[in-house]
């Protein structure tokens, strides 16, 4: 009896959360997938089509066009954002004032909105007053001012430098916790049998940090996969369509050309990629740590 009561106070507890995910979540997911058997427009009306719109994915040139160079902003973008990120957690771990002080102007432009830091780099990129192309010609590292925007890879990069000013300093407080929450215990054995400073980093931080390293992964991955407002004010998909996100083209599909069925569909593959990527990596990590 006791046992069912305690059962019964815990699912009082969870009923909150599971109602937000239900209203939230598995309503709201459920009904994309049924939108995407219709060929539902944003104008209103619209059929039962089957698996019509999926069949057109096939041969959507421009999603997969998309979908190539998402794969490949996530590629570039997350191991910098975890690399950057746990050196800066490693350099400012130690609990010293100026090292706090350090973290706080680090994790700063965190609680910036994306689009507002999206558009402030916008300008500090713009080739006329822009201030970054300024300072590349003072310090003598460009002879001129950068079109950063004219050229597909030079937007790519335009982009992940202002992502990263954004949201490095969100995986350096994970890497620091996990980091800060080691024993001391280990640490002072480790110093005792003559362990230098990459040795611990080595052997002692990277293992027992490896499930935030795995979490911090899955988190800018899943975000790079998903990115749209950075591209949208940056670039707006130019050049030539070249900086296309995946969601960047269901937005085009669903907002613009009003297809909402089928922007649907591609909301749906979208999504199934990307959790068998985020499986497929919890399985190689797991395997790992086994």
Do not use: C
Not at 82 to 102: D, E, F, H
Not at 145 to 164: E, H, R
């Amino acid at each position: 009896m006791a046992i069912r009561n305690k059962n019964l106070v815990g699912l009082l507890y969870l009923a909150p959360a599971l109602i937000f995910v239900l209203l939230m979540v598995l309503i709201p997911f459920g009904q994309l997938i049924y939108t995407s058997f219709t060929s539902e427009s944003l104008l209103g009306g619209g059929k039962w089509v089957g698996a019509a719109n999926y069949m057109r994915i096939w041969n959507d040139s421009n999603f997969w066009k998309a979908l190539g160079f998402t794969v490949k902003y996530t590629v570039y973008i997350t191991p910098i954002l975890m690399i950057t990120g746990y050196a800066l957690a490693l350099l400012t771990a130690p609990n010293r004032p100026v090292l706090q002080v350090a973290r706080g102007i680090i994790f700063l432009p965190v609680v910036i909105g994306l689009g507002t830091s999206s558009l402030l780099w916008f300008w500090l990129f713009d080739q006329q007053v822009g201030l970054f192309d300024r300072a590349l010609v003072d310090l003598h590292l460009a002879g001129n001012m950068i079109a950063w925007f004219n050229n597909a890879n030079s937007a790519l990069w335009a982009v992940i430098i202002s992502v990263v000013w954004k949201v490095v300093g969100f995986g350096m407080i994970l890497f620091m916790a996990a980091i800060q929450g080691i024993s001391r215990d280990v640490t002072e054995a480790s110093l005792i049998d003559g362990a230098g400073y990459w040795q611990r980093v080595r052997h002692i931080y990277f293992p027992l940090t490896a499930r935030t390293i795995l979490l911090v992964t899955l988190i800018s991955a899943i975000g790079s996969m998903l990115a749209f407002e950075q591209l949208y004010i940056m670039t707006a998909g130019g050049p030539n369509g070249l900086t296309f996100t995946s969601v960047y083209w269901v937005y085009q599909s669903s907002f613009i050309k009003f297809q909402l069925g089928y922007g649907s569909a591609l909301a749906v593959i979208l999504t199934a990629i990307i959790m068998a990527g985020a499986a497929i990596q919890i399985a190689l990590t797991a395997r790992r740590a086994a």
